[in-house]
């Protein structure tokens, strides 16, 4: 298995630890949710005080199955704790408190995303990885660690929401066997898949519908990209949740190479969403680096400074 000195050095480190922090990233997802809160709950269990920040709430649609009251780091005393664990996206968020830490504190970086600049004490990164929820699942599974259902429904969320319901090319047969101990511990594909994937609410339908309807297809490098204004966002009553899953529906479009969905956010940012499949053979975290962003090969994403203007001949960025 894979990064055995470091879950042995993970494992001392919160046996020596008594009070420790886990760290969510900004606008937190399945994974991010699904991994530090599998960990908080092993953590409650052997007795550990044990806290988990995010700048931003929980979304509505992961509070049915993992309901915690994220703490802002803001609000919080970050040098009190033994030692911090940051998991997934760790340049999301994380690196806004970085300097906050006293020497003495621990720092533990858990991460599948490539290109990660963010360097702690511990580093447990490995873009091969489906998730973090599939790293920490493997922490576990390494230590021989219980895994009760509540546990079981957070990892299998993780993964499946960073799978695409196990349809993406990082669907491996490792997965799956994940997949499978984890529902013999009681998690259920079929539950989870409904609340994240087929529990849309209304003013989300109304917002891909208007992503949908402004799409267009460049016939040069069969890109298929749509925009979102806080305007659209106002209109349908959406939020910036109800945008996470246009770039995968525009990637299903026959006869494109990639997908890319630019949506406008508070402070003048502009949000690029890329997406695409292996068989297309595009490496979209190439186009994301040109603008200072990054991810994975079929996953990426990039932020920019800007605004959206439509008129007439289409839309554009000033």
Request: with cysteine; hydrophobic share 40%.
């Amino acid at each position: 298995m894979k990064f055995e000195k470091e879950f042995n050095t993970l494992k001392y480190i919160i046996k020596k630890s008594n009070k420790i922090l886990l760290f969510a990233h900004s606008r937190p997802d399945s994974d991010t949710i699904g991994s530090n809160l599998a960990l908080y709950y092993y953590l409650k269990e052997i007795g550990k005080d044990a806290t988990v920040a995010c700048f931003d709430q929980m979304p509505e649609y992961l509070k049915m199955f993992a309901y915690y009251d994220l703490k802002n780091p803001a609000e919080i005393d970050l040098q009190s704790f033994d030692s911090v664990i940051a998991m997934d996206s760790v340049e999301r968020g994380f690196e806004k408190v970085r300097d906050k830490f006293l020497e003495n504190q621990v720092i533990v970086l858990v991460d599948h995303h490539p290109d990660i600049k963010e360097n702690g004490d511990l580093n447990i990164m490995d873009a091969s990885y489906s998730s973090v929820s599939e790293i920490i699942f493997d922490f576990f599974q390494f230590h021989n660690l219980k895994i009760s259902s509540q546990i079981a429904t957070l990892l299998l969320m993780g993964i499946l929401g960073d799978t695409g319901n196990l349809q993406h090319s990082n669907t491996t047969p490792k997965v799956m066997n994940a997949v499978a101990k984890l529902l013999n511990r009681g998690a259920s594909v079929a539950k989870i898949s409904k609340m994240i994937f087929s529990n849309n609410r209304f003013s989300t339908l109304k917002l891909w519908g208007r992503a949908l309807e402004k799409a267009k297809i460049n016939p040069e490098n069969k890109m298929i990209s749509t925009v979102i204004t806080k305007k659209d966002l106002e209109e349908c009553q959406a939020s910036y949740d109800d945008t996470a899953e246009i770039a995968s529906i525009l990637n299903t479009v026959p006869e494109t190479n990639f997908s890319l969905v630019l949506s406008e956010r508070d402070g003048g940012i502009i949000k690029g969403s890329l997406r695409s499949e292996k068989y297309k053979g595009v490496d979209v975290s190439e186009v994301a680096h040109q603008f200072g962003g990054g991810g994975h090969k079929l996953a990426s994403g990039f932020e920019i400074k800007g605004r959206i203007v439509e008129d007439k001949e289409g839309w554009k960025i000033i």
